[in-house]
């Protein structure tokens, strides 16, 4: 098979197929365009890369530096050893190291200050929606107080669909109302709110994915939403859905992209009363798990 620019061997088979150095110009300059289209980047900003260690966090940063965007790296320690452990710190230090990207590391335990079990067994929902609540926490809150204007994260068109079906699914409004802010840029909506960018937003999995084979990216991602390993039912749905609409993910997320945010949804916030952090509540929902744990003593254990 010819790659359909340069007609060399294609090595890549997406929406089309590409030889590796095509692969490469075509994945960039998309994503150069997106930034400069929707404005994702100003010269003026800080910018904070939010890396697990997988292939779309690390693509995310991987693109911004190749396009000469200064940027730094946050990598958590969720408390999962599945999800993050010294390996996944090892590959995302590694890879900063040998680009000359700031990196910064934080461990939820010892930011919360709780032991990560219990606060996972106290949350009352999945894990990974737990994990979600956290790092949308840690993340705004570490990126605010270290001066960064904008948080970039790995979300591509598949993780876009995958939401799209969940808020259909559940026909619930409030989620549909979010669905509104999913776009390649979510402005603060408030002071110690900081601004996200997603530039895989029209991405693909396998893209980022081949993105880090051709430049040669090691890659230590949570096996428990691995690429290879996921095995919840949106991801099915989703994969049944492109077996007749190949280019459905893509799809969804080009038409939430241009849907006019209505304004419906509720941005009312006011401070936490306990960790002072912007919240729709009285008090923050990591705080009211938080309250439900035992703190930990000098030792790292639960007193």
């Keep these: 098979m010819q790659c359909a620019l340069c007609r060399k ?34 010269p003026q900003d800080r910018i904070l890369v939010a890396v697990s260690g997988g292939k779309d966090s690390l693509s995310c940063a991987q693109v911004l530096h190749t396009l000469g965007y200064p940027i730094a790296v ?6 999962v050893a599945a999800c993050t452990n010294p390996r996944t710190r090892n590959v995302v230090e590694r890879f900063c190291e040998e680009r000359g990207i ?27 929606a737990t994990c979600g609540m956290l790092k949308r926490y840690v993340f705004n809150r570490f990126a605010r107080e270290n001066g960064f204007t904008k948080l970039a994260t790995g979300h591509c068109a ?18 549909f109302l979010w669905l509104e802010k999913l776009k390649p840029l979510t402005p603060s909506p408030h002071p110690m709110v900081v601004a ?9 999995e396998q893209e980022n994915y081949a993105y880090t084979k051709l430049r040669g990216i090691v890659v230590a991602g949570c096996t428990m939403c691995s690429f290879f390993l996921r095995k919840d039912s949106w991801t099915e749905m989703l994969h049944r859905i492109e077996e007749v609409r190949r280019d ?15 304004g419906e949804a509720n941005d009312t916030f006011q401070e936490c009363q306990i960790c002072g952090e912007p919240t729709s509540r009285e008090i923050c929902a990591v705080c009211r798990v938080r309250e439900r744990c035992s703190p930990l003593t000098p030792t790292g254990k639960t007193g």
């Design 248 to 262: 459905f993910a893509l799809a969804v997320a080009r038409t939430l992209a241009r849907q006019p945010e209505k």
């Design 102 to 128: 700031p990196f910064y590391f934080l461990s939820f335990s010892e930011y919360l200050g709780v032991d990560m079990d219990e606060f996972f067994h106290k949350a009352r929902r999945p894990r990974c």
């Design 74 to 79: 946050l990598h958590v320690d969720v408390g």
């Design 9 to 42: 061997t294609a090595e890549v088979n997406i929406t089309r197929p590409l030889c590796g150095e095509c692969f490469l110009k075509d994945y960039e300059s998309r994503i150069r365009r997106l930034i400069q289209r929707e404005k994702l980047i100003t």
């Design 196 to 204: 996200r960018i997603r530039p895989l937003f029209f991405s693909l």
């Design 158 to 175: 598949d993780d876009v669909a995958r939401y799209f079906l969940k808020a259909w699914v559940s026909g619930s409004r409030e989620s």
